[in-house]
């Protein structure tokens, strides 16, 4: 489910680093984005991904080679993770939830100019509307008898499947235009799982 543009930041440090390791060090991730990748004079574009990129620190809630919003969107935990889950706090989610409403925002008066900018930004966008979704699946487990999808209430589990029929969607839409067809049935499979488990719950 990880959109293309999300790795973009620790392709370019990468790259940098790997090229002139002392030069680069301390590179200004945003600055290149804007310039390199999306050709961006106001520099939204990038602030807005970065900003999305680290939203997940706001919730308090760190985890080894992984993020608690990615995690929440997962069926079947390692039990590693669901203990996890029962540290979730509803004013953490609000923090995270906040910064990421403010960078789509800000997506939205960037103005990138790269030959792919279209699909960049419905490719930012739809990563902060399914971590919106992440969050608001949060509130509702941090709320619920041990954290359990079975203890959400009726009419919040409806809300929530359509919310992810919404994110099926939309992805099905765009896939095509970055990806092979092979690979869509995998990746929406993990929407649809998560929606079935909600449901079935």
Known sequence: LQQYPVSLPAYLYGAGVSWAEGRNRDLNIEECLSQIVFKDSTGEAASALMLLSNSYLSTGITLKNASILGI??????HTYYMDQLSHLKKSGLMRAEQIIKKSLL????????????????????FTGKLMLHACNLGYNLSTAHECRLEAIPEAKK?????ELNELIEEYETFWPRRSRPGGLSDSLGRLEKLKVSISRD
């Open 106 to 125: 800000m997506l939205k008066t960037s103005s990138m100019t790269c030959n792919d900018a279209e699909l960049l930004q419905d490719e930012i966008a």
């Open 158 to 162: 409806r809300r929530l499947t359509g």
């Open 72 to 77: 929440l969107l997962l069926v079947n935990l």
